[in-house]
């Protein structure tokens, strides 16, 4: 299995980082289920510079978010003091998830679990599934072998689902599991 890498915040630009401080389109629709279901511990996974932590903590769910990045966890710890907020924010890694069996009602994690090999996403999937309480959800994002990532020949491949980007920016030298879909069924 690869070893997880942080991503490199402090190589983006202002307008890199305000883009990755949006919330994503889908987690306003997973905050209306979310809640209608009465889901309240909630766990963003990979949370980055805090925007799901900080969308969600302002929602009244139970915060917790892990991120590999030290830059990350001190924008996202300074983001909610600067709101008002509070979230349990922690440094780890996604293959090691620091919750107990059936803690955590709803998990986000995108753009994150595909930062790993295809041994890393089954050990991160049954963490998952070990920490999420019965009725509980995980939202997550794969990338397609159709994005440039697993096309471009100068990333050179880790096994068939994994590309290790070369481009410059906050990714190079991360590993990027790339999905395929096989009868509107998507595989790893």
């Known amino acids: ?95 090691q998830l620091p919750y107990k069996k059936e803690s955590i009602d709803c998990i986000l994690c995108r753009n994150v679990i595909s930062h790993t090999d295809t041994e890393g996403i089954k050990i991160i999937i049954e963490q998952i599934y070990n920490i999420l309480r019965k009725d509980g959800e995980c939202f997550l994002t794969l990338g397609s072998k159709n994005a440039e990532t697993f096309k471009n020949k100068n990333n050179p491949q880790k096994d068939e689902n994994t590309a290790i980007r070369m481009d410059e920016g906050p990714e190079k030298r991360n590993t990027t599991l790339l999905c395929r879909y096989k009868n509107n069924t998507r595989t790893i």
């Open 1 to 95: 299995m690869i070893e997880s890498k942080p991503w490199e915040w402090s190589k983006l630009n202002e307008e890199g980082q305000k883009k990755w401080k949006e919330p994503s389109i889908e987690s306003y629709y997973l905050i209306n289920r979310w809640k209608k279901q009465n889901k309240k511990d909630f766990l963003d996974i990979g949370c980055g510079l805090g925007r799901h932590t900080i969308q969600f903590a302002k929602k009244g769910f139970n915060v917790n978010s892990i991120d590999l990045s030290e830059e990350a966890i001190k924008t996202t710890k300074e983001w909610l003091e600067k709101e008002g907020l509070k979230a349990n924010v922690k440094k780890s890694d996604m293959i």
